[in-house]
């Protein structure tokens, strides 16, 4: 029994009997199968339409996929199995009833796993950083380096992108960005940004798609995507401002009791400005860890005051205001600590490459000297220095350049 494990697509079969079909592992890990069975999957079993259907053209996924056994194509169950859909997929729906599945459920099938994409999927960092990504937010907003609250023009514009798209999550008119922009630059969620609307394309070239604003569930919902995508990256433009965003106090302190990695990274300018405070020492470390101790969610602010009020009120009726300062400071100077540990590191790996290479060089130049030497004594010369005073080598390197030897004599130096 053979059993496709992994998202994939059917196409005619090119080579079969009429009404055969062939399954492609969208992971393109598997290989052709020549005899045997394929199962249709648990739904069509369920559904009293336990199926076999024999293999000739169809293909096995490898075990190296990972994905749920009960796709089985047909049944579209795994969640990629539409990351990547040729364009008219459609046109299965008569391959598929041959197989026994129903048309209706078919596209109830369809439409609840792009509904369940569009909440998981995520914008590739490729195509934010693209030249094509670039022109859309100049054109849309009319400036040469917007603001992601600038680009709100987006939607809130008279022409808003996606509005002619039906939404794959309520089949209204009018989509997401993850849903407008190419499938190729769309993919399942891995890393959830903390960042802030303020930032500039330049500074940091990046957005967070599915915000959880306006949830009626702020808690449960920002919990619920960091379990799912596991990791966090933060973003700070400047780290004597940056938490005096009410969402970044609150999405630190959602990672940190749910332990998920935080990863901070800031512009080239802000990390400059960090590792200059720290290479001062004591104040400067210092400096830096009071301005990051300064959490105060009770005044913290949000672009929408809507915001502001629910995360506040969810924090007030679950832990307190107090709690989450001391949590995020913790994790905020614990940061602090990471990165003056790491720049000191460098400064000793610095001054040691510093001293290797001077030893290497001095090597150099002293081998370099005596080489001289011996050449210019065996083309007869005289080397008009001391053997014993390498600080001339490198003039003696360059005369040693213009040297020419038979082969004779270079075995003789050797």
Not at 24 to 48: N, S, T, W
Not at 53 to 69: I, L, Q, V
Request: aromatic share 8%.
């Amino acid at each position: 029994m053979l059993w496709p494990v992994h998202g994939v697509h059917l196409t005619q079969s090119t080579g079969g009997p009429i009404g055969k079909v062939r399954l492609e592992c969208m992971a393109e890990a598997c290989e052709p199968v020549i005899l045997g069975f394929v199962h249709l999957g648990k739904g069509i079993r369920d559904g009293g339409f336990l199926r076999e259907t024999s293999a000739p053209g169809f293909w096995n996924c490898a075990s190296s996929c990972n994905a749920s056994s009960s796709c089985a194509g047909f049944l579209l169950q795994d969640r990629r199995c539409l990351l990547r859909e040729p364009p008219p997929t459609s046109s299965y729906s008569g391959i598929l009833a041959d197989l026994g599945v129903d048309g209706i459920n078919l596209a109830q099938r369809v439409t609840g796993m792009r509904a369940r994409q569009s909440e998981t999927a995520g914008v590739s960092m490729r195509y934010v950083l693209s030249d094509d990504f670039q022109t859309l937010a100049t054109m849309r907003t009319g400036l040469a380096d917007p603001s992601f609250n600038d680009m709100k023009v987006f939607w809130l514009g008279e022409d808003p992108i996606g509005r002619d798209i039906v939404c794959p999550c309520d089949g209204k008119h009018g989509c997401a960005m993850v849903d407008w922009i190419p499938k190729p630059d769309r993919r399942q969620q891995t890393h959830f940004m903390s960042w802030t609307w303020r930032y500039t394309l330049s500074e940091v070239k990046i957005i967070l798609e599915g915000s959880v604003a306006g949830s009626a569930n702020l808690e449960n919902v920002l919990a619920e995507n960091l379990t799912r995508i596991g990791q966090m990256v933060a973003i700070l433009d400047n780290w004597r401002q940056h938490l005096r965003r009410v969402w970044t106090i609150y999405e630190q302190f959602i990672a940190s009791t749910l332990e998920i990695p935080v990863v901070f990274t800031m512009p080239e300018a802000s990390t400059a400005s960090v590792r200059s405070q720290i290479l001062l020492g004591q104040r400067g470390t210092r400096e830096v860890t009071e301005s990051l101790k300064c959490v105060d969610s009770a005044s913290a602010e949000a672009w929408d005051p809507k915001d502001e009020v629910k995360v506040k009120q969810e924090i007030q009726n679950t832990v307190g205001f107090t709690h989450v300062d001391n949590h995020v400071q913790k994790v905020m100077i614990r940061w602090v600590g990471d990165a003056v540990r790491k720049e000191f590191r460098e400064v000793i790996a610095q001054d040691s490459r510093v001293l290797n290479a001077c030893a290497e060089m001095e090597a150099i130049d002293k081998a370099c000297y005596f080489t001289f030497f011996a050449l210019t004594k065996l083309r007869g010369g005289c080397a008009h220095a001391d053997k014993n005073t390498p600080e001339r080598a490198p003039s003696c390197a360059m005369q040693l350049s213009g040297l020419t030897l038979s082969r004779s004599q270079q075995l003789a130096v050797l």
